[in-house]
C-alpha cells in the first residue's frame, strides 16, 4: 500500500444546501430557505480524501487556529482516516472555513473564515517532517497560500525530500514559482501557469514554451500543466497532451486535488508517469461530475476506464499498442496526416484492413503536420483527426506521433502488411526493412484535403 505525506493548508468545506422561490423585499437578493448543511475536508485536506478513496494511508502535516474550527478539522481528518503527524493549533490564528451556499446544486455565495500570515512554527515542522519522511513513499504539497507553505518551509521540504532521493509533488499557488524550485512536478492549470510565467497560454507552441520554461526555471523532473478540457500538457522528454475524458460537468471544486491526489498515488505506487496523468484524467472526470467537494475511489476510475467510448479505447499510446494480443493476427501499419477526412481516406484505410486482421493507423501530431505542411495545417487538431479515424469501424487503433515520419513507430511495432499510396510507386517507403512486405493502393482520384481547402478558398 502507498504511503503518501501531504504537507499544506487545512481547512473545512461548510456547504449550505437550500431552496429558493422568492426574492427579499428587503433588497434585491434570494431569500433561501436552509434544508441542510454539511462539512468535509478541504484544502490540503481533500487531496488527504481523495488519496484515501484510492486506498493510500496518509500522513498529515499542517497547522490550524487555536479554535473550534481546529478541532473539528482535527475530528474531520480522524473520522476520514488519515494520520496527523503534526496538525500544531498555533494561538491567534483563525482556522480556513470555506462556506458556500447551494440553491438546487448552484453555488450562490461563498463565505470565508481564514488567516493567510505566514505560520511561526516552521522549524517544529522541518523537525517532524525530517524524522518521519523514511516512513513515507511520497511527499505532496497543497499550497492554498493561507501560509503554512512558507518560502522557507516549501524549500526545506523540497530539499530535504530531494537528498532522500524521493518524489515530492506540488499544487502551487500564487504568481512566484521560485520557492517549489527542484519538484518533481507542479500541476497549475493553464491560468495559474499563465499569470506565473507572465504571457497567455492561447496555443499548442506558448503551451509548449511554458511547459519548457517552467521545467529549466524551477529545475522540474516533469513540466506538466492542467488544461481543463483539453486534459493535460506533459514535458518530460518531449510536449505530449494527454486528452480529458469528455463528461458532463456538475462542480469543477477540487478537480485539480484529485489530479495531485492520483498522480501522487500512481507514482508512489511505481506507475510511469504517462499512465499516472492518464488516470489522474480520470479521476477529474469522475469529480467534476460530482457537486461540491468530492474525491474519486479507484472503483469509480476503473469504472470509468472500462466505460470509455469507442474512440477512446482505440487512441492509445505506442507503449500500449505493444502490449495487445496478435497472437496469430496480421497486423497492417499505414499513417498520414487525415487533415479534413473525406471519402479518398475511407476508400484508402477499408482497402487497406482488407490486407489483414488489425489496422493500425500512425497520425502525424499537430506540430508534425505544421513541420511538413506549413503553419496553417493542420485544420483539425490531432483530437479530432483521430477521433475521426477511430469513429471508423475498419480502423482498430489510432496512435499519435511527433517526427516527421514514423520511422521509429513501424521499427517498434514490425507490421506484418505496410501500407502506403501508390504514388510511391518506385520510391524508398519509410520503415519497409521492418515489415514483411509493402502494400501500395490506389488513391481516389481529384480527392485530397488541399483540394477541398482550396475549394473552400475560390
Known amino acids: ?77 480522524k473520522d476520514r482516516g488519515a494520520q496527523a503527524e503534526l496538525v500544531i493549533a498555533q494561538k491567534g490564528r483563525k482556522s480556513s472555513q470555506k462556506s458556500r451556499v447551494m440553491v438546487t446544486h448552484q453555488q450562490v455565495l461563498r463565505l470565508d473564515t481564514e488567516s493567510t500570515s505566514d505560520i511561526d512554527c516552521a522549524d517544529e515542522i522541518v523537525g517532524k517532517f525530517q524524522g518521519i519522511l523514511d516512513s513515507y513513499d511520497i511527499v505532496l504539497l497543497s499550497d492554498y497560500g493561507k501560509g503554512v507553505l512558507s518560502d522557507y518551509l516549501t524549500k526545506q521540504i523540497i530539499s530535504i525530500t530531494k537528498n532522500s532521493s524521493k518524489m515530492v509533488l506540488v499544487d502551487p499557488k500564487g504568481k512566484d514559482y521560485s520557492k517549489y524550485r527542484g519538484a518533481t512536478l507542479l500541476t497549475p492549470n493553464k491560468k495559474e501557469a499563465s499569470e506565473a510565467l507572465g504571457f497567455v497560454i492561447d496555443s499548442d507552441e506558448k503551451l509548449e514554451l511554458a511547459l519548457k520554461t517552467m521545467k529549466m526555471n524551477y529545475e522540474l523532473e516533469y513540466s506538466l500543466i492542467t488544461l481543463s478540457e483539453d486534459g493535460i500538457g506533459l514535458l518530460a522528454q518531449k510536449m505530449v497532451k494527454f486528452p480529458a475524458l469528455a463528461k458532463e460537468v456538475f462542480d469543477v471544486t477540487g478537480a485539480g486535488d484529485s489530479v495531485l491526489a492520483t498522480l501522487g498515488y500512481c507514482l508512489a505506487s511505481k506507475m510511469s508517469i504517462e499512465d499516472a496523468i492518464d488516470n489522474a484524467n480520470l479521476a477529474a472526470a469522475v469529480v467534476v461530475g460530482k457537486v461540491g467537494s468530492a474525491d474519486a475511489s479507484w472503483g469509480e476510475i476503473e469504472s470509468l476506464k472500462s466505460k470509455k467510448i469507442g474512440f477512446e479505447r482505440k487512441l492509445v499510446k505506442l507503449d500500449e499498442l505493444l502490449k495487445v494480443d496478435r497472437s496469430g493476427k496480421s497486423l497492417v501499419f499505414t499513417n498520414g496526416c487525415f487533415d479534413i477526412l473525406h471519402f479518398g481516406h475511407i476508400s484508402y484505410l477499408q482497402k487497406a484492413k482488407m490486407l489483414g486482421d488489425i489496422l493500425v493507423v500512425g497520425l502525424n501530431s499537430d506540430s508534425s503536420v505544421r513541420g511538413l505542411k506549413g503553419d496553417s495545417r493542420p485544420v483539425n487538431t490531432q483530437f479530432d483527426r483521430a477521433a475521426m479515424l477511430c469513429a471508423m469501424e475498419f480502423v482498430d487503433f489510432v496512435v499519435i506521433f511527433d517526427d516527421d515520419t514514423p520511422y521509429e513507430m513501424i521499427k517498434a511495432i514490425g507490421p506484418d502488411v505496410l501500407v502506403k499510396g501508390a504514388d510511391y510507386e518506385g520510391k524508398v517507403v519509410v520503415g519497409s526493412q521492418f515489415a514483411k512486405r509493402v502494400e501500395l493502393i490506389e488513391f481516389v482520384e481529384g480527392k485530397s484535403t488541399t483540394n477541398i481547402i482550396e475549394k473552400i478558398r475560390n
Do not use: F
Open 1 to 77: 500500500m502507498s504511503r503518501v505525506l501531504v504537507v499544506g493548508d487545512l481547512m473545512i468545506d461548510h456547504y449550505i444546501w437550500g431552496s429558493c422561490d422568492r426574492i427579499s423585499p428587503e433588497a434585491p437578493v434570494q431569500v433561501v430557505n436552509i434544508k441542510n448543511e454539511t462539512k468535509r475536508l478541504g484544502g490540503c485536506g481533500n487531496v488527504v480524501s481523495n488519496l484515501i478513496a484510492l486506498g493510500a494511508e496518509v500522513g498529515v502535516i499542517s497547522v490550524v487556529g487555536d479554535d473550534e474550527l481546529g478541532g473539528e478539522i482535527l475530528k474531520l481528518l
